[in-house]
């Protein structure tokens, strides 16, 4: 086994702390669909129009940046909050809309927060059991034990909060949100106290439980590397607005809007314009489709694209610096005819010395073309 294989099987043991974790029940998985939702706050919209379906036992995970209406939109599927108009359906069955409202706990979908929210002066085990008043005290008791040994924590259950590290307690809140077997899992940024290697076991371990209970999930991330790790789908959002849906390699290989590009991939932008079909830059002529003649564009580079040559092949170009990130390093290379620097990521056993001459070229399938102006707004309402 590698060095950073044992590593992290070390941090995944150490995680799961010393109790084998139980084989999770199988929930009633539940479709998922927003129909037109809209919820405004005064005079500002937190979600505007956002129409998604999210089918059985998928994990959808919803990537975008602070403030573009992602929690808005999880409270409104969990029935926390309202839309100010549109559905929300569970199995087709409408419990958001203008003829119906379902409360939360009658909708079979469970929601687990970004802070983990558990109770300080409630056990672990009351804790878990707190979403499930419609059993007796016993019943819930014996299921909130039951889905702690899921998460591998039965042995703290008479325990208080405090004493979890915070991945135990994520682990906790993972287990108090399927205890009631919801049909669907919404998860606010489960992740996001976490340090990063923790981060990483818990999100595999998180995504077994969910997969082991076959339930629907959604996931909420800012990180478009989680989202495309652990979704089965991704939805981007931006600025109350679902752009664009669709599996990792369908949003990274062909992202519809710049801003789509840019959260996905490290971007070379080049300005130029459309003739003959094609935009011109420095580094080469490439293919505009679908963009008029004369239209402004901008062309991307993922600077995983760029290559460095021996002088005298590609374009002539220049190192001002390299940084060295691990396995790749980070170049950025002068090209004549660019007023800003390119930036290249190769294998770090390529890095040029800082000052040579270099020739550069690029990879056609890392190039992408939009009209300049397109995507930094999103689609217009
Ligand atoms: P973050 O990643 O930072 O948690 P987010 O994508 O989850 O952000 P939301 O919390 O859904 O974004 O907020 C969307 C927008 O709605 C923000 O501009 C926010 O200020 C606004 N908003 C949310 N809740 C309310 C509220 N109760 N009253 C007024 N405005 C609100």
């Not at 564009?297 to 002539?316: E, H, M």
């Not at 010395?353 to 707004?377: P, R, S, Y």
Request: with cysteine; hydrophobic share 40%.
């Amino acid at each position: 086994m590698s060095e950073a294989a044992a590593a992290k099987r070390a941090v995944r043991k150490a995680a799961r702390g010393k109790a084998v974790r139980g084989k999770t029940a199988v929930t009633f998985a539940a479709r998922l669909d927003l129909e037109h939702v809209w919820r405004r706050y005064g005079e500002a919209y937190a979600l505007q129009d956002v129409t998604l379906e999210v089918p059985a036992s998928t994990v959808l995970c919803l990537l975008g940046p602070s403030g573009c209406g992602k929690t808005t939109l999880l409270r409104i599927a969990a029935g926390v909050e309202r839309p100010s108009s549109g559905r929300v359906l569970v199995d087709a069955e409408e419990v958001a809309g203008p003829n119906r409202f379902v409360s939360p706990e009658k909708r079979g979908v469970g929601l687990m927060f970004q802070d983990f929210a558990l109770f300080p002066h409630l056990s672990i085990l009351d804790n878990v059991a707190f979403g499930l008043r419609s059993l007796t005290k016993s019943q819930g008791r014996a299921e909130a034990l039951h889905a702690l040994e899921r998460v591998g924590l039965a042995q703290y259950a008479k325990e208080y909060p405090h004493i979890l590290s915070g991945g135990e307690q994520q682990r906790v809140a993972l287990a108090r949100a399927i205890a009631p077997r919801p049909g669907v899992i919404l998860m606010d940024e489960p992740f996001s106290g976490l340090d990063s290697q923790l981060r990483e076991a818990m999100r595999e371990d998180t995504l077994a439980i969910v997969r082991e209970a076959r339930a629907t999930c959604i996931v909420v991330t800012h990180d478009a590397e989680e989202a495309m790790r652990m979704g089965d789908r991704v939805a981007l959002m931006q600025k109350g607005r679902i752009v664009q849906t669709g599996t990792a390699p369908e949003l990274y290989r062909a992202p519809s809007t710049l801003f789509a590009a840019r959260v996905f991939s490290d971007l070379n932008e080049m300005r130029s314009t459309v003739r003959g079909g094609r935009a011109e830059t420095p580094l080469g002529t490439f293919p505009a489709k679908g963009l008029a003649e004369g239209t402004d564009a901008i062309v991307c580079v993922r600077q995983s694209g760029v290559r460095l040559l021996k002088p005298g092949k590609g374009t002539p170009g220049r190192i001002l610096d390299t940084r060295f990130l691990g396995d790749v390093g980070l170049v950025e290379v002068a090209v004549q005819g660019l007023d800003d620097p390119v930036l290249a990521r190769v294998r770090e056993a390529d890095v040029p010395e800082k000052g040579a001459e270099v020739g550069v070229a690029v990879d056609e399938g890392a190039i992408l073309v939009f009209e300049a102006g397109n995507g930094d707004e999103g689609p217009s309402p």
